[in-house]
Structure formats: structure tokens, C-alpha cells
């Protein structure tokens, strides 16, 4: 299984109930902790008690540069972290899916070298989907 997984497909089409399920079945066999990051709280009862929830719209977010950070940051003070879901990837970093390929690169690495599993929500055609992420797409 690669360490980052995109679902990737058009708004309505059930990303984050997919997302929500993933993050249930993590958080029963989870080594270490798990992350679940949104843009807002609509989903907090939804998400198991033992999953770290965070509102990103509380922090500032609003690029991939800055989401990025924020990750190594909580990586940083919790090195348990073994997974991170995101979902409404695009509202947060606010860009098109073929503007983030250097986010893509850097967190792959990121998640790859500190043995992190992370599947992000793309709202997005999938038939438009930038060469770079079709391996990423499940």
C-alpha cells in the first residue's frame, strides 16, 4: 500500500463518507495515532473518540505551504502519529489540483520517510487529474 492515497472524484460523490469509513477501521488497528484533519466541525461526532479531530480553519491554513508545516509541526511534538486523513484537501490549501505537485512530492516523502499513512480527499474530476497523482488515486 503506498503511504498517500487520494480520493479523488466529484463534489457529491461520497469522498468523505468513503474518508469517515477509512478513519473508523484505521483507528481500530491504529500502531500509533491518528490524525483527522477538515476545514471545518461538521464531521466531529462522526469521527471515532480515539482520532485526534482538528479544525484546520482554526489555525490559519490557507496554502499548501502552510498545511505542510502544520503537519511536520504536529509530527514534530507527537512522533506516535501513523496515520493522517484530510479531508476538502483543495478548500484548504485553496488551489487546483495541478498547482500542489510540490506538496504532493514534499509530503509523500514526508509520510514515506516517517512511515506515515495518509489518504487526502480531492474534490475534483478524476478524468482531469494530473499526471503526477493518478498513482496516488484509489
Same mark, same amino acid.
Not at 12 to 31: C, D, F, I, Q
Given at each position: ?9 466529484? $463534489?457529491?460523490?461520497? @469522498?468523505? @463518507? ?15 495515532? /491518528? ?36 503537519? #511536520? ?17 483543495? $478548500?484548504?490549501?485553496? $488551489? ?9 512530492? @514534499?509530503?509523500?516523502?514526508? #509520510? ?6 495518509? /489518504?487526502?480527499? /480531492? ?16
Amino acid at each position: 500500500m503506498r503511504m498517500v492515497q487520494l480520493i479523488y472524484a466529484a $463534489k457529491g460523490s461520497g @469522498k468523505t @463518507k468513503k474518508l469517515l469509513g477509512m478513519v473508523a477501521e484505521e483507528a481500530k488497528n491504529a500502531a500509533g495515532a /491518528v490524525v483527522f484533519m477538515d476545514d471545518d466541525t461538521r464531521y466531529l461526532r462522526e469521527v471515532p473518540t480515539s482520532v485526534r479531530f482538528v479544525d484546520i480553519s482554526e489555525y490559519g491554513i490557507d496554502s499548501a505551504d502552510a498545511l505542510f508545516g502544520f503537519i #511536520c509541526g504536529m509530527y514534530s511534538q507527537n512522533y506516535d502519529i501513523g496515520a493522517v486523513y484530510i479531508d476538502s484537501f483543495l $478548500k484548504i490549501i485553496g $488551489k487546483q489540483p495541478a498547482e500542489a505537485e510540490d506538496f504532493f512530492q @514534499k509530503f509523500a516523502a514526508f #509520510c514515506d520517510k516517517n512511515n506515515i499513512h495518509a /489518504v487526502l480527499s /480531492v474534490s475534483a474530476e478524476a478524468e482531469t487529474a494530473p499526471e503526477f497523482l493518478k498513482a496516488w488515486m484509489i
